[in-house]
């Protein structure tokens, strides 16, 4: 098991991998946790952070809508297609 897990490690090393934390802070992680700010209810973007990361976004979501949310979607493309998240925002819905 522990080769297995190096091994997947070692490959993210030649992978581009971009991660987007929420910053709209409902749900109860915000108060059994007591979370630190900013984060999205459930998990502090200083959690998302870590070093070999590609690119990493933050949005105004919660962790919830992060799955649902279409601006989210769009990034995901973008970064799937370009190695980074788009800085541009879009206006209207």
């Not at 910053?23 to 200083?46: H, M």
């Amino acid at each position: 098991m522990a080769e297995s897990a190096s091994n997947w490690a070692a490959s993210l090393e030649s992978r581009d991998i971009g991660v987007i934390a929420g910053t709209l802070s409902v749900g109860l992680g915000r108060i059994v946790a007591k979370l630190p700010t900013p984060n999205d209810g459930s998990v502090a973007v200083t959690e998302t952070r870590w070093s070999g990361l590609t690119d990493h976004l933050t949005l105004a979501a919660t962790h919830t809508t992060l799955v649902t949310s279409r601006e989210v979607a769009d990034q995901i493309a973008h970064f799937l297609n370009h190695a980074e998240f788009s800085r541009e925002r879009k206006s209207g819905p």
